[in-house]
């Protein structure tokens, strides 16, 4: 039903910074959580932050607390990831996901979104 597009990927240096883009369409996301998780290659897919769905709570993972941020515009229909700092442990597939319910907050949640995005490739070179 709700379709998610995300944009805003590429190649960086290390401590330079990328703004992903989460486009919805088909629906709103104003009645969901929303999240951002990654995938590096040959690794499992991991969260990165989530957003409630008033946009007033955040979660972040460890390996990205202080240098990105999750953000919502309900009447763009868009969620961000601001990714400031950036390391090449960062490079990773970025994918973006729906939750009707629960704001995600572990990896675990990969199991319980709603929908997902293809992701953009962000690439941080050493």
């Known amino acids: 039903q709700v379709q998610l597009v995300e944009s805003g990927g590429g190649l960086v240096q290390t401590g330079g910074s990328l703004r992903l883009s989460c486009a919805a369409s088909g629906g709103t996301i104003s009645g969901y959580a929303m999240g951002w998780f990654r995938q590096a290659p040959g690794n499992k897919r991991e969260l990165v932050a989530g957003i409630n769905r008033s946009g007033g709570s955040q979660y972040y993972a460890d390996s990205v607390q202080g240098r990105f941020i999750i953000a919502r515009d309900n009447a763009m229909n868009t969620v961000y990831l601001q990714m400031n700092s950036l390391k090449p442990e960062d490079t990773a597939k970025y994918l973006c996901?729906?939750?009707?319910?629960?704001?995600?907050?572990?990896?675990?949640?990969?199991?319980?979104?709603?929908?997902w995005g293809k992701g953009t490739l962000v690439t941080v070179s050493s």
């Open positions: 996901a729906a939750n009707w319910n629960t704001m995600p907050t572990s990896t675990a949640s990969t199991y319980a979104m709603d929908y």
